[in-house]
């Protein structure tokens, strides 16, 4: 069963890892290559702990209690939030984690009084995430 467990320091390392992955992978669509390297790892940190603090959660997307991934949250402005980023484990994609995940996100959302708007922010070179958020619903309003 999918679920959005918010992020604690238990989950620190595994946290850590995936932003690693996750920055490995942008850098890959634009030509480049991920190595997991200390400077990576070190930049992961930061954002893991700039993604706990303000207006931003953190949660990790759990399989039976398996973390599997993770989703940022960042509520900005007066009643929209934005899932920012989103990240699922290579060998667990295309299983519905995402889909989940994300519907799960809109529930989130819901719960904060006011919200009543949510956007994404995606790589315009990640096609398959686009076709992902257009099937679920999510218009285009711009790519640069």
Known sequence: MIRLKKYSFKYRDEAVERVAIFFGFHQSL??????????????????????????????????SGEPVGFIHLNFRGD?????????????????GIATKAISLAED???????????????????????????KLGYDTLSMI
Request: aromatic share 10%; net charge positive.
């Open 30 to 63: 634009y030509g480049g290559i991920y190595k997991p390297d200390p400077d990576r790892l070190k930049a992961a940190k930061k954002t893991v702990k700039d993604w706990t603090h303000g207006s931003n959660e953190l949660y990790m997307i759990t399989d």
């Open 79 to 95: 009643n929209v939030a934005w899932i920012e980023d989103i990240f699922v484990d290579e060998l667990r994609r295309g299983k």
């Open 108 to 134: 989130k959302v819901k719960s904060h009084k006011g919200y009543n708007a949510v956007c994404l922010e995606v790589v315009p070179r990640n096609e398959q995430a686009l076709k992902l958020y257009h």
